[in-house]
């Protein structure tokens, strides 16, 4: 069992930044890859960015490539997400998820979801 809770959306103008968190709690955290989805109203949930169980490998979708990073420290049960040169097209709410089963892009692969934290980028 896996519990995460999501922390540091907020407002922020466009080009601005924000650091998500994710805390994590459960027994096979260090052993689990994470990614970040967002979904805004009436979109259909989309994948932003994953990350393996030792960190040393990422994938973003295109859209954020060059302005977010996705890292983790698993001694602190911590995943983050680095927002850089934000654009209100990334508005959305943030979930970060947990041990993915197949497709590490496919939400439905995902065994374990935090609550989500709202972004939202103004022009």
């Known amino acids: 069992q896996v519990q995460l809770v999501e922390s540091g959306g907020g407002l922020v103008q466009a080009g601005g930044s924000l650091r998500l968190s994710c805390a994590a709690s459960g027994r096979t955290f260090g052993s689990s890859a994470m990614g970040w989805f967002r979904q805004a109203p009436g979109k259909e949930r989309e994948f932003v960015a994953a990350?393996?169980?030792?960190?040393?490998?990422?994938y973003y979708v295109d859209s954020v490539k060059g302005r977010f990073t996705i890292s983790r420290d698993n001694a602190k049960n911590t995943v983050y997400l680095q927002m850089n040169s934000l654009k209100p097209e990334d508005t959305a709410v943030y979930y970060c998820a947990a041990d993915p089963r197949r497709d590490w892009r496919e939400a439905g692969s995902y065994n374990y979801w935090g609550q989500g934290t709202q972004v939202t980028v103004s022009s």
């Open positions: 990350v393996n169980w030792s960190g040393g490998n990422t």
